[in-house]
């Protein structure tokens, strides 16, 4: 099952910052929180992630909480092109042992309005 | 440098029959991991494959397996296809098991 929490839908006005957010309350000391996004029916795409501190990219900004029980990926000027399902998901580390199979939920559908 | 592809992008079959799907890893990748997307749902892990062997595994029967060649591409075989295994069949290559996946586009199975 899912560890995250994600609302099912949001909408977002063109050329404004999307902020989606997600709850991971039982997340464990060495989990990271990665997000991925999937525009229709194409292979999900990688975004950011991130262990306690903020991180940002390219694409994206990654906010985490100080209990690391909730996070917010912050898109900041976003475009039509960004229509599509959100993942939030936790998983190990690196160099944790085992492998990472990423879990996914049912993600967040965010809806960029011209 | 490119991307993760799979092969053939689209496939009909009947139940019961047998399937064989594609992917070759991004260049410097050396592990591919594979899911399966039902519609509506979000992608289900299916197994992982480092070094041409299966490095971990999800709920999936025995009738799902795969193979690993030493250019680190990979294949996934169904046997005995059921209705329910129609769905987008992805694969992510990554520097190592616990590294970052990129997907490919996907392969769309449907079982008639």
């Known amino acids: 099952d899912a560890k995250t929490t994600q609302p099912p839908s949001m909408d977002c006005a063109e050329g404004r910052a999307a902020n989606l957010p997600c709850n991971h309350s039982t997340i464990s000391g060495n989990e990271y929180v990665y997000w991925y996004r999937q525009i229709h029916s194409q292979g999900p795409q990688y975004i950011i992630h991130g262990l306690k501190n903020n991180e940002t990219n390219e694409m994206a900004s990654l906010i985490i909480t100080e209990d690391r029980k909730s996070s917010t990926l912050i898109l900041p000027h976003a475009t039509l092109r960004d229509t599509a399902v959100y993942y939030c998901i936790v998983d190990t580390a690196p160099d944790s042992g085992g492998y990472q199979k990423v879990t996914f939920g049912t993600g967040t559908k965010l809806q960029v309005i011209p | 440098e490119t991307g993760v592809t799979q092969s053939p992008t689209h496939l009909i079959k009947t139940r019961g029959q047998q399937v064989t799907l594609r992917c070759s890893s991004q260049s410097g990748h050396n592990t591919v991991s594979w899911y399966q997307q039902a519609l509506g749902q979000g992608p289900q892990f299916i197994f992982q494959?480092?070094?041409?062997?299966?490095?971990g595994r999800g709920n999936f029967p025995p009738r799902f397996s795969g193979l690993q060649f030493p250019n680190y591409s990979s294949e996934l075989n169904v046997n005995a296809l059921e209705l329910d295994d129609s769905a987008l069949y992805l694969c992510?290559?990554?520097?190592?098991?616990?590294?970052?996946?990129?997907f490919g586009p996907g392969t769309r199975l449907t079982v008639l």
């Open positions: 992510a290559s990554s520097f190592g098991p616990q590294e970052t996946q990129y």
């Open positions: 494959y480092y070094r041409e062997e299966e490095n």
